[in-house]
């Protein structure tokens, strides 16, 4: 996905985010509207409320497009509400979106989240979701159309913290002012933590060491799509140069053959293969800036080695250079 740039769009967006599986899935996602086949479209207008009622924040979008070449006019509607329960840490809330097409095809998608503050650094966060299409025929008692999700974490810089996440996208489920890289699919992510922050004579602001693994599984055959595992570094200094080196241990899985490039093709089965990755930048916040990232190792049957370094010049608040190779 890519981020929004129109204003009218940008304002009090937070309060109709409902992520999904990671902050590029969500099922509000506004360049939907206006935009048809990477071709501009034209809107006719609509109205926007945001604000709150008791304990509620509310908002409420609905919009108007004309008809453009193959695509018929369609109405767009967005239905938000949230509101704090048991701290300030923790809500629970509620969405509904919906694009009704002149032509009769309709989709409607809804669904309830909530994070809870536990005790501590632990939060508690659960979502739910489900669509219906009118070319699809959804029914509401199965798991094709739905989302689930569930995640423990502790968050914390310094000290031990982790992070649990499952979760599930149905081969139907189709959010139609959302966006979703990935359907019929179930996924397992972890990661452990170890952090420190060294005492003021030192010269790092922060470090640690991670262990991050994740699994994502087919649904339609029950077999692997992807497996990684990688104990990773990071650290942080007070002048702001940030670093990470990782090993990465990975597996694919292939179903169909496909091709890399017209000379490389790839065979259908399971990939294993590792890796190095290290990056480092200086602090964007200086006039000059810059980053680089190196990495090395298997790929499917053969090997890769990646290299990418970008220079920055921060002329201004709103006028930057950068070159990148």
Do not use: C
Request: no cysteine; net charge negative.
């Amino acid at each position: 996905s890519f981020p929004e740039k129109r204003v009218f769009f940008q304002e009090r967006s937070n309060l109709f985010d409902f992520s999904l599986r990671d902050n590029s899935d969500n099922l509000f996602y506004s360049r939907n509207i206006g935009i048809a086949d990477g071709d501009p479209v034209r809107i006719y207008g609509g109205a926007r409320l945001t604000g709150r009622i008791g304990k509620w924040d509310l908002g409420f979008l609905d919009m108007q497009t004309a008809e453009h070449e193959e695509t018929p006019g369609e109405n767009f509607g967005v239905l938000r509400m949230r509101r704090q329960v048991i701290n300030r840490n923790s809500y629970v809330g509620g969405i509904m979106t919906s694009r009704l097409a002149m032509n009769g095809y309709t989709n409607v998608a809804y669904g309830v989240d909530g994070i809870f503050r536990l005790f501590g650094d632990d939060y508690l966060n659960a979502k739910w979701s489900q669509t219906y299409d009118s070319e699809i025929g959804n029914t509401l008692n199965s798991l094709d159309p739905s989302f689930m999700f569930v995640s423990w974490e502790r968050r914390s810089e310094e000290g031990f913290a982790y992070s649990m996440q499952y979760s599930y996208t149905g081969k139907e489920f189709n959010p139609g002012v959302g966006f979703v890289k990935m359907q019929s699919i179930q996924t397992v992510n972890g990661e452990l933590l170890y952090g420190w922050i060294p005492k003021e004579n030192s010269k790092l602001f922060s470090y640690n060491f991670k262990l991050k693994g994740r699994r994502y599984t087919r649904l339609e055959d029950g077999g692997l799509e992807n497996m990684k595992l990688s104990p990773e570094f990071e650290f942080n200094t007070k002048r702001g140069i940030h670093g990470v080196v990782s090993i990465d241990y990975e597996k694919e899985g292939v179903p169909n053959d496909f091709k890399l490039s017209d000379s490389i093709p790839i065979a259908a089965g399971e990939y294993s293969f590792i890796g190095f990755e290290g990056e480092v930048g200086t602090p964007d916040t200086k006039t000059l800036s810059a980053e680089g990232t190196l990495y090395a190792g298997q790929f499917y049957d053969g090997k890769r080695v990646g290299l990418e370094a970008e220079a920055n010049l921060n002329l201004s608040s709103s006028l930057k250079l950068a070159a990148k190779y």
